[in-house]
């Protein structure tokens, strides 16, 4: 128990803590839509765009958020216009733009010089350096962003489902869709430095697939997920410490073992639930 | 064919088709815009209001019948450069209870879309009654079935305005279950839509359309893909709704299972080939005209029966693919 705990004695692990379940919550709640608008994609790509931001603003010296969170929205508006316009193959498009910037965000660093741990933190997250202020950034993050998706619920959900209804109806659906690649942009943004760049796809998607996996409401999906996400983040930071990993891969296997948990509770359950039978209509 | 790709922007082609009158007017212009309050709470009662109340001094010259609820004057659509519609003209009355039918690529879910107002014309103008309600129940093949959602959160997406909570209050909650309950499905509420049957899952997209309190409902194949009962139950449900002062259009490729039993059709095929009721209608020389294919009618318990000897949409496509070539 105490070995248990002694981490805790640490500030930054204090903070990397309550930045990983925040983070893992954060990424639970917004990786819903990500995981049921089939945008998995995008997030993994969105996050490497800013990658590229991140590289460019830590050479030019300009603020870390200000100059990768420019990139990101950005990046993610252009995303969105491009899914947008189905004319051209829009998964070809976002593997350009965003490959494009990863690859010039390695190319900066190459050139002018890696900073040794915020190359590797930026890669695969890292909580070295986690200060209050990360903590009171991401915290800010994760109210704004469940403000906007608790205010915009049901309009969030209609177009989610049916877009081309939702639209008939008078539902906003294109200043939706940004709105969500906003969300998401600020999301990733907010908890790279924790998770790392290449893994925030999963902390997107494991914990939404998870939540599937244990409920058909979507209500519930929300709810379960960021919990999920949460959870994963606690425990995947803690055993991060105590196995001596990197904070990203840590808690990417505790979520990839929930997901195994739950894949297999779910298979069991399928096979033991008689094969639905609708009722006449 | 090479006249056209001259040098022309693809999508002018059609409208210079339709030639004069249409030309030099901008379709945007013409279009009566949509309704901007959408007053999804209010109560029915403002219909007739609706009618009289709001309308531009503009729209009064061109509405000769004040009580449709949309009009469309020779409207033309098109995807690039191939018209969908030519020229299309139609009136909906709050009597309305209509059936389009035609072969696969008539233009029917695109006149569709243009009443529900998310297609706009290249031509052509769409009056629609200011504040018209519309519902519209999706093809029941184009819905991502897997989508986490139980009847219940369905039914109450449609319910985007007046309030912001995530939950539903009691008063909705009253009024899900009083429609799912008109649509005798009230005890499937908390099931996820996979589990349903077909019939089941398009009562849920009627539900859903009817809590909007529509005075038009629009429906895209509405029994396609189900059993013989469920399109029969369907059709009975539509024709109550009907009774009930609901105006109907329907989409179908089923013209004795479904067009036949319909009091009014539209025959089309990029154009309108004939309107009326199906007695009218389902004649040998407009179906050959529709499907591009010889069809023969019978008659039984006094309904007309169409018979097609020929594999019917082989010849279409065709006789269409032979028009191409020959213009």
Redesign the interface.
Known sequence: MDELLRPYDFEFFRNGVIVATLAGGLCGLVGVYVV?KGMSYIGHGLSHAIFGGFAASALLGVNFILGAGAWGVASALMINGVTRRRVIGADAAIGVITTASFALGLALFAVFGRQGASFDAALFGSILGVGTGDVLAILGVAVLVSGVI??T???L??T???P????????PTARLDALLMLVLAATILATMQVLGVTLIAATLVIPATVA?ML?????R?LLLAAGIGGLTGFVGMNLSYHLDIQSGPAIVLVGAGLFAAAFAVSGARDRRRPT?R???? | MTERSEGMPGARAPASRTADGVRGRSPREELTERSEGMPGARAPASRTADGVRGRSPREELTAPTAHDLARLERVTCAYGAEPVLVNVDLRVTPEQFTGIVGPSGSGKTTLLRVLLGTCRPLAGTVHRRPSLRVGYVPQVETVNWSFPVTVSECVLMARTRGRVLPWRSRAEQHEVDGILDRLDIVELRDRHIRQLSGGQQQRVFIARALLGRPQLLLLDEPTSGVDVRTRHDVLHLLADLHGDGLAIVLTTHDLNGIAAHLPHLVCLNTEVIGTGAPREVLTADILERTYGARMDILEHAGMPIVVDHHAAHHAADNVVGLRRTGA
């Not at chain 1, 081309?164 to 539902?171: R, T």
């Not at chain 1, 409920?215 to 209500?219: G, L, R, V």
């Not at chain 1, 609708?278 to 209509?281: E, H, I, Q, R, V």
């Open positions: 049921l608790f205010f619920y049901r309009s959900l209609f989610t489902f049916d081309e209804v939702a639209e008939a109806s008078g539902v599937r409920t058909d409401s979507f209500a999906m639905i609708p009722l006449s209509s």
